[in-house]
């Protein structure tokens, strides 16, 4: 239900609509009220919903009402409750947690089974809500009802400059394109309307709409109803009983064990576990274990620590039995690390790299904060 939805209009799209930038003196302004979402969402725990998605083409309309459940960064299950959409049918089911992802379809009886044994997990929603503060102009229009609620009206801006952007909700799943041309600005008219919980300070509606000369081309608007923040979920909710007449399709590595202590997984590996010396707010949260053919690392241990009070903040080391990097490309800087020879590559994860003997060694994080060196330095090369 991650869908992606591409507007191939091929023509350049500026911001519609009459917004108000307001000054540092007044306030709230959109820029405040984005940074206390980013704030709540950092800090939430559990949220449960109904959700409404409802997009709109000079074609058709398509509306559906989901019930939603999250527990950030991994954890998601949606339940399609109504639907006009072929696509996407009542009883469809999609279930994630740190292992797996199920996808069920009730139109075809097909239950796609995924296996996530060196995924990384991010919260997307977080990362949106901080592109939009750090990116984006953002302008306040007072404040609208939203299922009962009061909602703060923020309207965004992206720079003139960013090309083909690809737009993610904040409040929804699916990502779509605008593709944006300078030298045509002022041909489609593209608006991004969030509203934001005075309450809680978190996203409950969004509407993202392009349209030529009044025409709506493409329009999504997504928005929460009836819905708690950090009340608690069953963790049977993060798991998944396929029917029994659908057919299981699976897809990726079935990791050979989940483990939650270095004792436990030591004996199904043909290598030494390293045991690092991490931030003090870290805890070991599992250790997965995935046999890959040997050109793919062989066998390849992740252990993953997270930070329990941080939405999100998340770093792993993984000890393979064959090297996966290439010294050679140009995105690997060669370091020394406490008298190892390391590779160091700062992309959308930061990672050290290194060979020690008959085990190759990575050090990952999507924080640019964490102490990789240190941590790389402590397991080194014994």
Not at 158 to 163: G, H, M, S, V
Not at 209 to 225: N, P
Not at 289 to 313: F, I, M, S
Not at 333 to 349: A, I, L
Request: hydrophobic share 35%; with cysteine; charged share 30%.
């Amino acid at each position: 239900m991650n869908r992606r939805r591409i507007l191939a209009a091929g023509t350049g799209v500026v911001l519609a609509g009459c917004i108000s930038y307001p000054s540092s003196d007044e306030s709230p302004s959109g820029a405040e009220i984005v940074r206390d979402a980013v704030d709540a969402r950092r800090h939430m725990s559990a949220l449960r919903a109904r959700r409404s998605v409802t997009i709109e083409t000079p074609a058709e309309t398509d509306t559906r009402t989901e019930r939603i459940a999250r527990e950030p960064p991994a954890k998601q299950r949606i339940e399609v409750l109504e639907s006009t959409d072929d696509d996407v049918p009542v009883g469809s089911v999609s279930v994630t947690n740190r292992a797996q992802t199920w996808e069920y379809n009730p139109s075809t009886g097909i239950v796609e089974l995924q296996f996530h044994g060196t995924k990384t997990d991010t919260d997307r929603t977080l990362r949106v809500l901080e592109a939009l503060l750090e990116e984006y102009r953002l302008g306040y229009a007072g404040t609208e009802p939203v299922d009962g609620r009061e909602a703060h009206v923020i309207e965004t801006r992206p720079p003139l400059e960013d090309e083909g952007t690809a737009i993610d909700l904040v409040v929804g799943d699916t990502t779509y394109s605008v593709p944006v041309s300078a030298a045509k600005l002022g041909e489609l008219d593209v608006s991004r309307t969030i509203w934001i919980d005075d309450e809680t300070r978190y996203p409950i509606k969004e509407r993202n709409a392009v349209s030529d000369d009044g025409e709506t081309l493409y329009a999504q608007t997504v928005t929460y109803e009836e819905f708690a923040i950090d009340d608690g979920i069953d963790p049977e909710t993060f798991t998944y009983q396929p029917p029994a007449d659908a057919e299981v399709v699976s897809d990726g590595a079935k990791p050979a064990g989940i483990f939650r202590s270095r004792d436990a997984a030591a004996d199904t590996v043909p290598y030494d576990l390293p045991d690092p010396d991490l931030p003090g707010s870290y805890v070991l949260d599992r250790i997965t274990v995935v046999e890959r053919k040997e050109r793919y690392g062989g066998v390849t241990t992740t252990l993953w620590y997270d930070d329990p009070n941080v939405v999100a903040r998340e770093l792993f080391v993984v000890v393979r039995e064959e090297g996966r990097f290439d010294p050679s490309l140009d995105s690997l800087e060669r370091t020394e690390v406490d008298g190892q020879t390391t590779y160091f590559r700062d992309g959308g994860v930061k990672s050290f790299f290194w060979d020690c003997e008959d085990v190759s060694y990575e050090v990952s994080s999507l924080v640019t904060d964490d102490p990789l060196r240190e941590i790389t330095a402590s397991i080194g090369c014994s």
